[in-house]
C-alpha cells in the first residue's frame, strides 16, 4: 500500500480546499447595462420635462390686456385653463405700467398671482408668486419681451382623488416673436412635487423655436396659434439622493395644438432625453401621441 506523506497530504488538502471554496462561492453579480435609471424614475424624469416643454406655450406670448400667460397650468393630464376662469384679478404694479414705444409689452410690470385661484374639468389650481415683464427694447416698437418668474408656483388637485401636484418655477424666458416664428431662450428652475409626495429639482438652458402652421398667424397679445416646436439644451435633474445629467432635443418637432383642451397640448412629436449618470448613459425617449398623452420607453436593462 502506498503512504502519502505529510507534505503531499497537506498539498492535496489545500487543492480540495481551493476547489470546494470555488465550487460554494457565488457567482461575481454583473450590473445591469442601461442601469442609470429604473424605468418609474424614467417616467418620472419624462413628466417633468413634458410639463417645461408644455410651459413654453404659455411662455412664448402674453395677454395684451392683462400682461399674463394665457393658461396657468401646463402638467400633465391637467386642463388647460385659461387665466379668463380666475377667481381674482392678477394685481400688477405700477398700474398702468409704462409703455414708452407703445408696442403691445410695457417697459416693466410686476404682475403678483397671490390668492387666485381656477377651477375646471374636475380640477383646482392655485397660484401664486410673481412675474415681472420686461420690454428689453423699451425705445423700438416690437415684440420682444423678457418674463422672470420669481417663485410662480401652480398647485393642481384632482377633485375626484383627492392628488395633488405643484410646480414652482424661478428664472427668466427671453422671447423674440415675429408673425411666422417665436424664438425663446429658457433659463429657468422647476421644483417639482409629484402626487406621491416625492420631490425633483431641474435645472435648464433650452433654446426653443416655434413656428407656426399657417404663416403671418402669430399675433402678440393672442393666444398662439397651432404650429411646431423644437427643443435643445441641457440641464441637471436631481431627486432625492439622485442626480442626472440632462441632454434634451427633439428628435421629431413637437405639434402644438391650439384646440387641444389637456395638457400637454402636443398632438405628435417625439422628445429625447439623454440621462447620464457618472459616465453612465441611457435614453428616454417622450413620443407624444394625442392631445394630454404620450408614452415613455428606454432600453431594457
Avoid at 465550487?23 to 453579480?29: F, I, K, L, N, R
Avoid at 441632454?247 to 439623454?274: K, M
Wanted: glycine share 6%.
Amino acid at each position: 500500500m502506498r503512504r502519502i506523506t505529510p507534505n503531499a497530504w497537506r498539498a492535496a488538502a489545500g487543492t480540495i480546499t481551493v476547489a470546494l471554496f470555488a465550487a460554494c462561492s457565488p457567482s461575481p453579480v454583473t450590473s445591469p447595462q442601461n442601469s442609470v435609471l429604473t424605468q418609474p424614475q424614467a417616467n418620472a424624469v419624462a413628466e417633468v420635462v413634458a410639463t417645461d416643454a408644455a410651459s413654453l406655450v404659455d411662455g412664448a406670448t402674453l395677454d395684451a390686456a392683462t400682461g399674463t400667460p394665457f393658461a396657468v397650468a401646463p402638467m400633465p393630464g391637467s386642463p388647460a385653463l385659461a387665466t379668463s376662469s380666475a377667481t381674482c384679478t392678477p394685481t400688477r404694479s405700477p398700474s398702468p405700467p409704462t409703455n414708452s414705444d407703445g408696442d403691445p409689452v410695457p417697459d416693466s410690470v410686476r404682475v403678483d398671482f397671490t390668492g387666485c385661484t381656477f377651477t375646471g374639468d374636475g380640477h383646482t389650481v392655485a397660484v401664486s408668486g410673481s412675474i415681472d415683464l420686461v420690454d428689453p427694447t423699451p425705445a423700438i416698437t416690437d415684440r420682444a419681451f423678457r418674463m422672470r418668474s420669481n417663485a410662480l408656483t401652480r398647485t393642481v388637485t384632482n377633485s375626484a382623488t383627492g392628488a395633488t401636484r405643484s410646480v414652482v418655477e424661478t428664472g427668466v424666458r427671453s422671447v423674440v416673436p415675429t408673425a411666422d416664428r417665436v424664438q425663446l431662450a429658457d433659463t429657468m428652475t422647476t421644483e417639482y412635487t409629484f402626487a406621491t409626495g416625492t420631490t425633483a429639482s431641474h435645472v435648464r438652458k433650452w433654446l426653443a423655436t416655434f413656428t407656426a402652421d399657417q404663416a403671418g398667424s402669430i399675433q402678440l397679445g393672442s393666444r398662439l396659434p397651432s404650429g411646431v416646436w423644437t427643443i435643445a439644451g441641457k440641464s441637471a435633474y436631481t431627486s432625492g439622493t439622485n442626480s442626472y445629467s440632462l441632454s434634451v432635443t427633439t428628435t421629431d418637432p413637437l405639434h402644438y395644438n391650439a384646440s387641444c383642451n389637456v395638457e400637454p397640448r402636443f398632438d405628435s412629436g417625439t422628445i429625447s432625453v439623454q440621462v447620464t449618470k457618472g459616465t453612465t448613459s441611457t435614453t428616454v425617449t417622450i413620443t407624444f401621441t394625442g392631445c394630454g398623452q404620450y408614452s415613455v420607453s428606454k432600453p431594457a436593462a
